[in-house]
Every structure is written in C-alpha cells, then in structure tokens.
C-alpha cells in the first residue's frame, strides 16, 4: 500500500487551537485509495465526550485502546493530572500490560514500536489471583457497602423500589446507617432478622438475596477510597467481567458517583488556591477519563441508575468539574438520545445496521453534508478506518487509528488457531 509522508501540518479535534501540548496522536488521515495522511490528534487538555461505535469486528475496543496508550504517552506533567479509569466488562484489558508482537510489521511501518503499558486492575479475588500469577499489579475490588441506598439495592436485584422485599431491605439498611454507620452485608442480614414488622416470607427472599450478593465478594464495611482507584498519571483497569449485569451497573454507577463528587471538591480547593496565590496543585481525585466499553449496558433508553449518573452529571456538568468519557458500543440506536447529542467527538467505524445508522444521522450535525450512512459506506471494510466527526472545528474526517503498541485482548476467538 502507497503510504504518504509524514506532514508537518496538525490536526487537533476537539480544540480549537493547534498548539500546545496534551494530544494524543490516534491516527492518520485515510484516503479512499488507502494511502495516510497526515497525523491526527485528538485534545486531551479539556474533558470531551467521545463516542466510538461500529459493527462488531472493525476496531472499537482496540481504538479504545489506542487512545488509553496515548494517554499513557502523554508529557509526564499533563500525564501526571489524569486519571484513567477503564470500565472492562469483558476482561480484554489486561493485555495493556504485553507488547503487541503479532503486529510488528504494522507498527514498523507506523514508525512505533512494541511496547507494554504499566497498569493496575482491580477484580474478583480470584481475578486478582490469575492477574498477580502474571505479574501484573491487581487489587481485589470492593465497594462500601453503605454506599448503596435502597434504589440500588433494588436494582442490584432486579426489583421494584416499591416491591415489599425491596422495602425490607430498606428499612434493614436504614437501621444500619443509623446504628452503625459502617457496615457490612452480614449486618444487614442481622437488622433484616430482627425487624419484627416484616413478614417471615419476605424475610427469606430478602435474605436470599443477600447471601447471593455476599456471595459477589464486593460489598464492604470500608471499601477501595476512590483515590486509590483514580490516581493522576495511572491506568486503572475495573475488570467487572465476572459479574452479573446488574452488579456490573451498580459498580459503574457508585464510582462514577464517587470521582464526580471528588473532583467537584478538587475545584473548590483550586479555586481557593488560585484566589490565595499559590501554584502548588496538589489533588487528590485527578481528572479523570472513564473508557467504558460496551456502552449501552450503562446508557439504555430504560431507567438505570449508571445512566442517571453519567448523563446528569457526568455529560451535563462534567466539563467544569474535570471528568470526561470515552464511550465504545456497537448499537448506538440502545443508547439513550442524550449520549450522542453530548458527545463532541464521534469515531465511526463500519456500520452497517439501518437503525444504528438512523440514531446517527438523527445527531447529523449542519456541517455534514449528506448522510452519515453515506459517509460510513465510503469508509469501506478495512479495520480500523474510521469516520470521525468533531464539533469543535466542526469537521468530518475519515482516519486510519494507528496500530497498537501493546497487545490487543479483544480478538474473537477462532476455531482455527493460527
Ligand atoms: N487500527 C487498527 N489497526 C490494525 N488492526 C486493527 C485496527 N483496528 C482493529 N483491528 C483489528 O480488528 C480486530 C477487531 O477489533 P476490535 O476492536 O476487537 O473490534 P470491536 O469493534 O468488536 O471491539 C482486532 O483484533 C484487530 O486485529
Ligand atoms: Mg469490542
């Protein structure tokens, strides 16, 4: 394949000045006879809403994992205020931590190399087992406990709010909070017992539902502190693939909760310090990225908690407290409207679906001209090609995103082992 030279000139999306530091170089310009243009970067200065989507197979979690190793790349005193936070519901991620040998050749020509990315993950206890035996530095995750009011329990079982168990718990909790502050599953069972209000059958379902979620490991009395999970110039790597969807939503829901009310702290300090003169930034909760993959399981049309929290706070306000997203599903048209309308930055890879394709052309900015669906279709079938639309210079682009350093983990498995 013709390749070009390598251009002096930038493109940065997602801002509006070329200049300055803090850009990830994602990709290369493409044209349509598969020669590269010049480098495309993407602002890593200011929180932004990127939504990757396309059919399954063409390249969303691997770009996902372009732009996590760009962030990695990044100069150490812009590094060093961010925090990456990976929601990995399928366990690929890990694969951060090996050099991607299988594509050599690819990088060579890219003028890059193998390289591992450090990382730390948090899972199950018995992820964190697999995870140390391969030298990679993991920690069991475990999530407060009081940090659950009723409405997540009730998701968390999949019940109504307004269900007699789903009260039971409630009061249980209620209790709880008032006598002990900190607690623990088993606690709850305790003020479940003794609560002589409820029926003896609501007692057991509740119960049961209980032991199922002591069961998951996860819940504690004190928790991981969310600084240890965000922490500034780190990949953070949830690896919530053993968990049952629920749970995984629940999870998704308190920790972004918890960096949003972390960082809208971490502004009051700066300001304070900047009103007093001084330079000295030192934060606790960093800025932070979140990359969630599968994106529509945590951004359904339907109520769900992770939603309320992503969308109200983390996509209406999130600019000014410092907290970003990096979004990758391959249904846009599950994804509630509000997401695409949010998202300043949207990568498209090879779609096909008329109705995915109808969610994207809903958002069809005036600048377009034309159809997305036309545009997607010019992109043709080659992985990793996408269309890239970006409302800062409001521009549509289409782009080639560049090999990966280290190890891509989310290949599909073939029956036939190359
Ligand atoms: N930018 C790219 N450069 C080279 N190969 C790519 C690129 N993007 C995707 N691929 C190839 O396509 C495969 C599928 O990509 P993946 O991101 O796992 O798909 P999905 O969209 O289902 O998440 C990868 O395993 C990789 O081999
Ligand atoms: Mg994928």
Redesign the pocket.
């Given at each position: 394949m013709e390749r070009a030279k390598i251009s002096d000139k930038l493109y940065v999306l997602g801002r509006r000045e070329k200049k300055g530091g803090g850009m990830l170089n994602i990709g290369r310009y493409y044209a349509l006879d598969g020669s590269l243009g010049s480098h495309v970067y993407v602002d890593a200065l200011k929180p932004h809403v990127i939504l990757i989507c396309?059919k399954?197979?063409?390249?969303?979690?691997?770009?996902m994992g372009t732009f996590i190793e760009e962030f990695a790349s990044l100069e150490e005193e812009v590094r060093k205020n961010i925090g990456i936070v990976i929601i990995d519901t399928l366990g690929i991620f890990w694969t951060l931590s090996h050099p991607n040998y299988r594509?050599e050749k690819?990088l060579k020509r890219w003028e890059r190399e193998a390289k591992a990315f450090g990382i730390k993950i948090f899972s199950s206890p018995e992820n964190v087992e697999e995870y140390r035996k391969k030298g990679i530095d993991a920690q069991n995750l475990l999530i407060k406990t009081s940090e659950l009011n009723s409405y997540y329990w009730a998701q968390l079982f999949n019940i109504s709010p307004t269900d007699y168990v789903a009260a039971a718990i409630g009061r249980a909790i209620n209790r709880a909070a008032e006598e002990l502050k900190d607690y623990d599953v088993d606690d709850i069972i305790d003020f479940l017992q003794k609560d002589e209000k409820i029926k003896e059958e609501a007692k057991i379902v509740a119960e049961n539902l209980l032991y199922t979620a002591k069961g998951w490991k996860i819940f504690d009395r004190n928790g991981i502190p969310i600084y240890e999970i965000t922490k500034g110039g780190r990949i953070s790597v949830l690896d919530i693939s053993p968990y049952p969807e629920e749970l995984k939503i629940v999870i998704v829901a308190i920790i972004a909760r918890k960096i949003f009310e972390g960082r809208i702290r971490e502004r009051k300090k700066y300001e304070e310090m900047l009103i007093n003169g001084k330079k000295e930034r030192v934060e606790e909760i960093p800025i932070t990225w979140f990359a969630i993959d599968e994106a529509h399981v945590f951004l359904p049309h339907e109520e769900c908690i992770a939603k309320d929290v992503l969308i109200k706070q983390w996509m209406r306000q999130g600019r000014q407290p410092g907290v970003a997203l990096i979004l990758a599903t391959?249904r846009p048209s599950s994804l509630d409207s509000e997401v695409m309308s949010h998202s300043d930055i949207i990568i498209c890879?090879r779609l096909t679906a008329q109705e995915d394709i109808e969610a994207l052309n809903k958002v069809r900015p005036t600048y377009m001209q034309g159809d997305i669906g036309e545009a997607v279709k010019k992109i043709g079938t080659e992985?990793?090609v996408a269309l890239i639309i970006d409302d800062t210079s409001e521009a549509v682009h289409v782009i080639?995103?560049?090999?990966r350093m280290s190890w891509?983990g989310?290949?599909e498995p073939s029956a036939l082992i190359k």
């Amino acid at each position: 394949m013709e390749r070009a030279k390598i251009s002096d000139k930038l493109y940065v999306l997602g801002r509006r000045e070329k200049k300055g530091g803090g850009m990830l170089n994602i990709g290369r310009y493409y044209a349509l006879d598969g020669s590269l243009g010049s480098h495309v970067y993407v602002d890593a200065l200011k929180p932004h809403v990127i939504l990757i989507c396309g059919k399954r197979g063409y390249g969303k979690s691997y770009t996902m994992g372009t732009f996590i190793e760009e962030f990695a790349s990044l100069e150490e005193e812009v590094r060093k205020n961010i925090g990456i936070v990976i929601i990995d519901t399928l366990g690929i991620f890990w694969t951060l931590s090996h050099p991607n040998y299988r594509q050599e050749k690819e990088l060579k020509r890219w003028e890059r190399e193998a390289k591992a990315f450090g990382i730390k993950i948090f899972s199950s206890p018995e992820n964190v087992e697999e995870y140390r035996k391969k030298g990679i530095d993991a920690q069991n995750l475990l999530i407060k406990t009081s940090e659950l009011n009723s409405y997540y329990w009730a998701q968390l079982f999949n019940i109504s709010p307004t269900d007699y168990v789903a009260a039971a718990i409630g009061r249980a909790i209620n209790r709880a909070a008032e006598e002990l502050k900190d607690y623990d599953v088993d606690d709850i069972i305790d003020f479940l017992q003794k609560d002589e209000k409820i029926k003896e059958e609501a007692k057991i379902v509740a119960e049961n539902l209980l032991y199922t979620a002591k069961g998951w490991k996860i819940f504690d009395r004190n928790g991981i502190p969310i600084y240890e999970i965000t922490k500034g110039g780190r990949i953070s790597v949830l690896d919530i693939s053993p968990y049952p969807e629920e749970l995984k939503i629940v999870i998704v829901a308190i920790i972004a909760r918890k960096i949003f009310e972390g960082r809208i702290r971490e502004r009051k300090k700066y300001e304070e310090m900047l009103i007093n003169g001084k330079k000295e930034r030192v934060e606790e909760i960093p800025i932070t990225w979140f990359a969630i993959d599968e994106a529509h399981v945590f951004l359904p049309h339907e109520e769900c908690i992770a939603k309320d929290v992503l969308i109200k706070q983390w996509m209406r306000q999130g600019r000014q407290p410092g907290v970003a997203l990096i979004l990758a599903t391959q249904r846009p048209s599950s994804l509630d409207s509000e997401v695409m309308s949010h998202s300043d930055i949207i990568i498209c890879h090879r779609l096909t679906a008329q109705e995915d394709i109808e969610a994207l052309n809903k958002v069809r900015p005036t600048y377009m001209q034309g159809d997305i669906g036309e545009a997607v279709k010019k992109i043709g079938t080659e992985k990793g090609v996408a269309l890239i639309i970006d409302d800062t210079s409001e521009a549509v682009h289409v782009i080639k995103v560049r090999p990966r350093m280290s190890w891509h983990g989310g290949e599909e498995p073939s029956a036939l082992i190359k």
